[in-house]
């Protein structure tokens, strides 16, 4: 299967931003280890990051033709973002929400998050391994009924 990985706002900062929120690994250190699972899990993966709401929603579309799964961490998005939001909505296999640290534990302005209306599962607070949940989840969801 092909998984679409995207990033939103910020996370190119990661490592450098927030480490006692983040953590210290560099956004390039989880796509090395991303693509070393994916390997395991004979998934081929897409690992992208943009500042822009239209370039996520341009990378989400394109997603219809190209990939069989998306997993994405909006980012400060989640919180504000119906485009992205509708833009996986027209994408019909699996959606996996990931977000570092838990969202859930913050300001009540991250409690909410639009993606999670489309998203067929959330991960929240597991650090930089809450990327390897989602894809061992997005294996299973490609190979069976889940
Ligand atoms: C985040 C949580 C968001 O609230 C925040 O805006 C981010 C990162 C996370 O991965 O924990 O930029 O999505």
Known sequence: GRVDILNGPNL???GKREPHLYGSETLADV?????????????AIRFLQSNAEHQLVDWIQRA??????????PAAYSHTSVAILDALKAFDGPV?????????????????????????????????????????RVARLLTSAG
Do not use: P, W
């Not at 796509?31 to 998934?43: H, T, V, Y």
């Not at 599962?121 to 390897?132: L, R, S």
């Open 31 to 43: 796509e090395k280890s991303c693509q070393a699972l994916a390997g395991e899990l004979g998934l």
């Open 96 to 136: 996996i929400e990931v977000h570092i640290s838990n969202i859930h534990q913050r300001e009540s302005f991250r409690h909410h998050s639009y993606v999670s209306l489309r998203a067929d599962g959330v991960i929240a607070g597991c650090g930089t391994q809450g990327y390897h949940l989602a894809l061992m």
């Open 64 to 73: 219809r033709e190209e990939a069989d799964a998306i997993i994405i961490n």
């Open 12 to 14: 190119n900062l990661l």
